[in-house]
């Protein structure tokens, strides 16, 4: 029904900034929330940031000041701007959204993912 289709991982050196972003297609109006999370090798995958419709946004502490979610509705699009990028951060970014119904908690659609890498 929702394919989420993530683009902008690569490899960056410490200190420096890369933007993620995410785009939705198919049933648009199922969606709620849209996000990203993150895996690492050998870690559980956590959330990095969401944010609503509306613009209300969720942050994990380990990226509050760093990241920016951002999205454009006209465009079903959600973007993650990175800055001061560490080693902690290379992960496997995936765009993630939540569904409007009640029967659907949680994430109920997942992207592919898109790697990023921070060198020291």
């Known amino acids: 029904q929702v394919e989420l289709v993530e683009s902008g991982g690569g490899l960056v050196q410490r200190g420096g900034s890369l933007r993620l972003s995410c785009t939705a297609s198919?049933?648009?109006?199922?969606?709620?929330?849209l996000g990203w999370h993150r895996q690492a090798p050998g870690k559980q995958r956590e959330l990095v940031a969401d944010?609503?419709?509306?613009?209300?946004?969720n942050y994990a502490d380990s990226v509050k000041g760093r990241f920016t979610i951002s999205r454009d509705n006209a465009k079903n699009t959600v973007y993650l701007q990175m800055n001061s990028l560490n080693p902690e951060d290379t992960a496997v970014y995936y765009c993630a959204a939540k569904s409007v119904s009640m029967f659907r908690p949680g994430v109920a659609y997942w992207g592919q993912g898109t790697q990023v890498t921070v060198s020291s």
């Open positions: 198919g049933r648009i109006s199922s969606i709620n929330a």
């Open positions: 944010i609503t419709r509306s613009g209300r946004t």
